[in-house]
């Protein structure tokens, strides 16, 4: 089992930046793909962006490519999404993911509430 901690969150001005974090920890091996998901109110779940812990290979919903950026830090067990022009639509609940590709996940952290004011 892996175990997924976010933080970073908070309330900021459209144009603003955020970079949320999260960590893990526990089976971190057993899960290669790191991921962002993000859920406004009334709106399902969405992908944002993914990265591999071994090779740094980056997949982006193509929404978002260009504000937002994902790193990882290896010796840290820590993976960041940075968020830059950030607008009202970009308010919701991001979730941190780990899973064993790129395009499948099955371990989620518990969330940090991301809300961009006009």
């Known amino acids: 089992q892996v175990q997924l901690v976010e933080s970073g969150g908070g309330l900021v001005q459209a144009g603003g930046s955020l970079r949320l974090s999260c960590a893990a920890s526990g089976r971190i091996f057993s899960r290669d793909a790191m991921g962002w998901f993000r859920q406004a109110p009334g709106k399902e779940r969405e992908f944002v962006v993914g990265?591999?812990?071994?090779?740094?290979?980056?997949n982006y919903a193509n929404a978002l490519k260009g504000r937002f950026t994902i790193s990882r830090d290896n010796a840290k067990n820590t993976v960041y999404l940075q968020m830059n022009s950030l607008k009202p639509d970009d308010t919701a609940v991001y979730y941190c993911a780990a899973g064993r590709t790129l395009t499948e996940y099955d371990c989620w952290g518990q969330g940090t509430q991301v809300t961009v004011s006009s």
């Open positions: 990265i591999s812990w071994s090779s740094g290979t980056t």
